[in-house]
């Protein structure tokens, strides 16, 4: 064997707090983050510990380090504020160094992992850092010097300047005498001991990519854009051959350690050259784009190559074929929660989509199917299906539950931008670069229907929450199509230039429209242009309605808040950078915007910035909140999803104290309390609700004890969402037959006791029976609130009306619609009457705990109001 037992149970005991403890995705978090999925793009050089045993890559978020033979992740180093550009072992494997383009030079324990030392910080990036064969110098690139610092005290040893362009690449030969250093069409070779220069390489017309020194000293190879590769004598500097053949430019450059082998990345392949002959011998195909860093294996049987999209390949130099991969490194395009919270999708640069469990961060499973990128991933509303756009201009539907390609949906005829799942989960809509929007049946993937019109690239698709209107966006247009017949309904005219964004408001009444630098509203119902929104300076990129529809946040160069009703300005809101993604949490409370400096937290309400999460390594192009609202994913450039807690920024769920006369605790002492106490007549024992009095029954004292508090409000009520017009009761109503009033009073005089308890409720017992019908149209609170697993939500009708009720969850998301038909006016308050939900979707599947919206519509009028299950 190669290496012994012990060897493996030591290297297993070096890094067992991490492979044992957890999962790398919990590996290097910031602070208030619980994973982060995608390891980030490799910004810089791969290097071989001289043992053989690990494998250092550089990236944007730090330096992950891999066993060589399994390829599993040992650790993560970071501590490094920006991308690392280059690695390097010492030479007796105890040190790891890295260069970051934060301008730092790092020393880090290469068994343990722990940072040792910065050993100097610059006003510019290093780009290249090497070790020499001894281990005591270390040299970096600079700008057009190359510094030279003591590598076990940290101190400043030298500047090698010279160089009229950036240096590139810096290499030691063997013995440690000689330096190299790469720049615009030169390689400069310096005396270390001397700090003096001996030769100027000159023969390459374009920049010099790599540098690399053969294992005797006596050769130098480098690597150029100017698509050669080309070797010189050491001790001369005469040029020795050019290696052709090549048709684009050279990235790096590698001899193996024997010496026999040259390497040579190029464009998605990697060719192997005989040094003796300089024939090559091999061509290594499968990176997927330029390979900038190749480098053998101590024993020369290996060869690992990548590229800045990942991923790391191992190649068996021998028999050419690919022995093992390094995947993560290939970026994160997309990100989306399944409904019930508890999985993440996220689709990648690879071709691939990842599923990861939201609450311990570990991966599920990898989906794979398309030849290009995945930049955009949906969920159906019941979360069984999964929805994915490629690079590779199609649209694929996964099984979630199983794990496997359902469908490829083939039709379009150029790159599909967008989809969207209808409400109920049947109809799914895309929209292409072809100019057609398409409709799909969810389930089967068969093409229902084909909606043209369109005269340029239709970007975005979206349903309103009630499933009746599809919105398409295309050039400066705005299309609203029947949901289910597919015909057109409007074209919405008004920006001057193209579209960027656009939202429903969560009771399908309003649609907003983001364009070159307004805000333009529209009346989903007739198509009529409602307001234009002016003030940004720039495009609207994003616009989205908060959950109860009071407010719409714009981004276009900053965030401003708007009075979606009447339109006027709220706030713009103050940030550190500019915010490319905005997204409201599902109780409406918060707004978070990603943008350069992380993510940022502001107060809905208020407008008041309350934090800013930082933690990745590049700005952050998207946020999305878990529809339970206790987590938020942010996806950066730097190749990585970061999932953060939101449990600070949470607004407490509190049960308020209600006095005992509001028996149902809806915050208000009506009719429905003196149903309930009704419907407890003459029950005994603790803990009735209708035993106002506490007296262990249920009778006429605790009803006009309730009477006599009538109409008083006990805590601050839900807030009612209006449109049309504002639906407050304003006279007493009677929520109960007057025979059966009339039977209260009589039995409130048999048991009057002359205190003004009686006197007060035995009068408003009256009132309420002078009041024959209700003076106006109200949804009231429902009851119980918060509730679990089921609730009755009451009503009043002014009129004989039809009547419909819908619940949305805190995304404007259809839930459940109940379809009343027509009704007379009266009262529908007790559990008889009331709207029972069971807590159920339209797929009967369980709600998950958080806050939904219930809305009351009748005829051109409607009113919404808010509950909370909290189980």
Known sequence: MRYSVLTFFFLAFLFAPHTAAQGYTKWGLPEGAKARFGKGWITGEIAYSPDGNRLAVASDIGIWIYDAYTGAELDLLTGHTDRVRSVAFSPDGRTLASASSDNTVRLWDARTGEHQASLIEHRDNISSIAFSPDGTTLAGGRNRDVHLWDARTGEYKATLRGHRDNVSRVAF????????????????????LTEQRIAILKGHTDWVSSVAFSPDGTTLASAGRDDTMQLWDVQTGERQAILMGYTREIDSVAFSPDGTMLAGGSYKEIRLWDVQTEEQIATLKGQPGWVHSVVFSPDSTILVGTNWRGPVQLWNVRTGKSTAT?????????????????????????????????WTGKHIATLKGHTDRVYSVAFSPDG?????????????????????????????TDRVYSVAFSP?????????????????????????????????????????????????????EVRLWDAVTGQRKATLRGHTDWIGSIAFSPDSTTLASGGYKDVQLWEVGTGQHKATLRGHMSEVYTVAFSPNGTTLATEGGEVRLWDAVTGQHKATLKGTARIGSIMFNPDGTTLAGGGGEGVQLWDAVTGQLKAILRGHMDGVGRVAFSPDGRTLASRSTDGTVLLWDMSPYLTPITLPEFPAWDVNEDGIVNVLDLVTVHEQFRQKGDGLSGDVNDDGVVNILDLVTVSAHLHATTTPQAPIVHREKRLFPSKPVVPVPAEMIQAWIDMAHIADDGSLVFRQGIANLKRLLATPVPAETTLLQNYPNPFNPETWIPYHLANDTDVKLTIYDAKGVLVRLFSLGHQKAGYYTDRTKAVYWDGRSETGERVASGAYFYQLTVGDRSAMRKMVILK
């Open 173 to 192: 030969s063997p013995d440690g005498r000689t330096l190299a250093s790469a720049s615009f069409q030169e390689v400069w070779l310096w005396d270390v």
């Open 326 to 358: 390094l995947r993560g490194h290939t970026g994160v395009y997309s990100v989306v929660f399944s409904p019930d919270s508890a999985t993440v999708a996220s689709g990648s640069w690879d071709g691939t989509v990842q599923l990861w469990n939201t």
């Open 384 to 412: 069984t299906t999964l929805a994915s756009l490629s690079g590779d201009d199609t649209l694929r539907l996964w099984d979630v539950v199983a794990r496997q390609h359902k469908a490829t949906l083939k039709g379009h």
């Open 424 to 476: 109920d989960g049947i109809t799914l809509a895309s929209a292409s670069r072809d100019e057609e929007v398409r409709l799909w049946d969810a389930v089967t993937g068969q093409h229902k229907a084909t909606l043209m019109g369109h005269t340029d690239y239709v970007t975005r698709v979206a349903f309103s929450p009630d499933g009746i209107t599809l919105a398409s966006m295309g050039g400066g």
